[in-house]
């Protein structure tokens, strides 16, 4: 079946401009999660969907970041006002109940100028 | 809180040799273990994974890692290494019982050499 899909592949902005970021998580997974890849920090946790509730969002690093999901499908991770910190791998995971195994999607790279 | 460690940021061998990718853990509760594999440009995989049961768990391509709950561990073995297991690999725990993060330890790319 399909996996986890992630659009764009790449992204490529300007600072100070909003960029919007899109998951689709594997159908009838009810858990979906964000996650940065960046050279620096690792693989961090950004915030965590069950649902179309977000009932962990204790990784997002700053109030310009933001995230919904919509009909327990589809994700939006929207960053406000980038920042040349904010270029990193973006990786959404999805999941389902009882809890086993995230799979993790191709990821968004994006760069900010 | 729960932290990784993945000892060794880079390990390097010749192909057919054998390779220990060591991740120690920390966890004031109990974890699930997880490895997670990264090709060159390619995202994360699910290699193995220990939820509980037997402490020796293997993958189809001949990895194996065995939970070590006194030494907190869960080190990643291959007999033989090919060419193609030259990939980035992440030793992740997760929180026992819920939906919950993965918490990723940095990484170790594994080059493997003709």
């Known amino acids: 079946g399909a996996g986890v899909s992630q659009s764009p592949s790449n992204k490529v902005t300007e600072k100070g401009k909003d960029v919007e970021l899109r998951c689709d998580p594997i159908s009838g997974h009810t858990a979906l999660y964000w996650y940065r890849q960046s050279l620096g920090q690792g693989l961090e946790f950004l915030i965590y969907f069950q649902g179309n509730s977000a009932p962990d969002k204790s990784g997002l690093p700053s109030d310009r970041f933001s995230a919904e999901r919509t009909g327990g499908s589809v994700s939006t991770l929207t960053i406000q006002r980038t920042q040349q910190e904010d270029s990193a791998v973006y990786l959404c995971a999805s999941g389902s109940s009882p809890p086993d195994t995230q799979y993790f999607g191709p990821g968004t790279r994006l760069t900010v100028l | 809180a729960q932290s990784v460690t993945q000892l060794d940021s880079q390990v390097s061998v010749f192909e057919e040799a054998p390779v220990e990718l060591r991740c120690n853990y920390s966890s004031s509760v109990s974890v699930y273990l997880f490895w997670y594999v990264q090709y060159p440009n390619q995202g994360l995989q699910l290699l193995l994974k220990y939820l509980s049961g037997s402490t020796l768990v293997e993958s189809i391509n001949g990895f194996e890692a065995e939970f070590n709950k006194s030494q907190t561990s869960f080190h990643l073995r291959k007999p033989s290494v090919h060419i193609s297991d030259t990939a980035e690999y992440f030793c992740?725990?997760?929180?026992?019982?819920?939906?919950?993060?993965?918490?990723f330890g940095k990484g170790t790319l594994l080059t493997v050499n003709p």
């Open positions: 992740a725990v997760r929180i026992k019982g819920s939906n919950y993060k993965l918490t």
